[in-house]
């Protein structure tokens, strides 16, 4: 079985050790307490440490982190391979995003590639050649611990409340089809290539729950079709389907990801956070069931400064600026 990754591996061995995760963890700079009021004129202050990383002062070992604003740009950047992951990139993307619930200085995620691709999926020589070993090895275990931590860096994209942008341009295969399909919202280009390969190399389409998201955004025949074939959509046929909300130029790409970033993020991200949860837990329930939650969600929303802010601007005839609380 392979070995977990200690905290030197990630890039923070001079942090305390923190609890794992399965494969690999990140040992994470705590970001300064804070104190709120719990009441308007109060002097009794709850303070408590967020157990996230102070994003303003992160830097990944395994992937390019940038802050403008509050948007957060991150880019998969091995280009001479096409930006593969690996064991080490797949746990401390997952444990970025899993920090990425408590961060209040991060309103929207973009997820880029460099050199002109996305993502190609999972390194061949870096996790599947170990993967072979581990089967030949007999260690169910271990590739069940493996296949558990890519489906938690799924679950961490889906449950943090920053909506996410993938900007996709050239190939975005395997596990890069998943990072794009995990997302809120996906911009290409023509010249994007997503392919759900995992029939090309004996496994399933089910994986990291393709079997689940995809058929939401493209119909379930659509899906089937993606994950029986493996074969691959390019940047028309994937706005056709619907797999990408548009396409842009190559060399707009980034940018444009990135102003609709922007905008999200000058929005009421805390009504974001509320919209994100509802899309996502409202896929296992009835329409009652949906309706209802979304009355207690609305009513929560509406005790929020934001709320308040968008009313009085109407009024005054103003734009709205919003806080996020």
Same mark, same amino acid.
């Given at each position: 079985?392979?070995?977990?990754?200690?905290?030197?591996?990630?890039?923070?061995?001079n942090?305390?050790?923190?609890?794992r995760?399965?494969?690999?963890?990140?040992n994470?700079?705590?970001?300064?307490?804070?104190?709120?009021?719990?009441?308007? =004129?109060?002097n009794?202050?709850?303070?408590?440490?967020?157990? =996230?990383?102070?994003?303003?002062?992160?830097?990944?070992?395994h992937?390019?982190?940038?802050?403008?604003?509050?948007?957060?740009?991150?880019?998969?950047?091995?280009?001479?391979?096409?930006?593969?992951?690996?064991?080490?990139?797949?746990?401390?993307?997952?444990?970025?995003?899993?920090?990425?619930?408590?961060?209040?200085?991060?309103?929207?995620?973009?997820?880029?590639?460099?050199?002109?691709?996305?993502?190609?999926?999972?390194?061949?020589?870096?996790?599947?050649?170990?993967?072979?070993?581990?089967?030949?090895?007999?260690?169910?275990?271990?590739?069940?611990?493996?296949?558990?931590?890519?489906?938690?860096?799924?679950?961490a994209?889906?449950?943090?409340?920053?909506?996410?942008?993938?900007?996709?341009?050239g190939?975005?295969?395997?596990?890069?089809?998943?990072?794009?399909?995990?997302?809120?919202?996906?911009?290409?280009?023509?010249?994007?290539?997503?392919?759900?390969?995992?029939?090309?190399?004996?496994?399933?389409?089910?994986?990291?729950?393709?079997?689940?998201?995809?058929?939401?955004?493209?119909?379930?025949?659509?899906a089937?079709?993606?994950?029986?074939?493996?074969?691959?959509?390019?940047?028309?046929? =994937?706005?056709?389907?619907g797999?990408?909300?548009r396409?842009?130029?190559?060399?707009?790409?980034?940018?444009?990801?990135?102003a609709?970033a922007?905008?999200?993020?000058?929005?009421p991200t805390?009504?974001?956070?509320?919209?994100?949860?509802?899309?996502?837990?409202?896929?296992?329930?009835?329409?009652?069931?949906?309706?209802?939650?979304e009355?207690?969600?609305?009513?929560?929303?509406?005790?929020?400064?934001?709320?308040?802010?968008?009313?009085?601007?109407?009024?005054?005839?103003?734009?709205?600026?919003?806080?996020?609380n």
């Amino acid at each position: 079985m392979l070995e977990s990754l200690d905290a030197s591996d990630l890039g923070h061995s001079n942090l305390p050790p923190a609890p794992r995760h399965g494969w690999a963890h990140v040992n994470w700079p705590m970001a300064d307490r804070r104190g709120f009021n719990n009441s308007e =004129g109060s002097n009794m202050t709850v303070q408590f440490p967020p157990p =996230g990383a102070d994003f303003t002062q992160f830097k990944p070992k395994h992937f390019k982190w940038e802050m403008s604003g509050k948007v957060a740009t991150i880019t998969l950047d091995r280009p001479e391979r096409k930006n593969p992951l690996t064991l080490e990139s797949y746990a401390e993307l997952r444990d970025t995003f899993r920090a990425l619930s408590y961060a209040r200085e991060v309103s929207a995620v973009v997820i880029t590639g460099s050199g002109g691709n996305f993502c190609s999926g999972g390194d061949v020589h870096e996790i599947i050649g170990p993967l072979v070993r581990l089967k030949e090895a007999g260690d169910m275990a271990g590739l069940l611990e493996f296949t558990r931590m890519t489906g938690d860096f799924v679950k961490a994209m889906r449950h943090c409340p920053q909506p996410i942008i993938s900007a996709v341009d050239g190939v975005c295969a395997g596990a890069g089809a998943i990072i794009a399909m995990a997302s809120d919202i996906r911009l290409g280009t023509a010249a994007a290539k997503v392919a759900f390969l995992f029939v090309r190399v004996g496994l399933a389409g089910a994986d990291m729950g393709a079997c689940n998201i995809l058929p939401r955004l493209i119909g379930a025949g659509r899906a089937s079709e993606l994950l029986y074939t493996g074969r691959s959509v390019d940047g028309a046929e =994937g706005e056709r389907w619907g797999f990408f909300n548009r396409l842009c130029e190559p060399e707009t790409l980034l940018a444009d990801a990135q102003a609709l970033a922007a905008s999200i993020a000058d929005g009421p991200t805390f009504a974001h956070g509320i919209t994100k949860t509802c899309l996502h837990q409202e896929w296992s329930m009835g329409i009652d069931e949906s309706i209802e939650a979304e009355a207690q969600a609305q009513a929560i929303c509406m005790q929020t400064e934001d709320y308040s802010r968008a009313y009085h601007a109407f009024v005054a005839k103003q734009r709205p600026v919003f806080q996020g609380n």
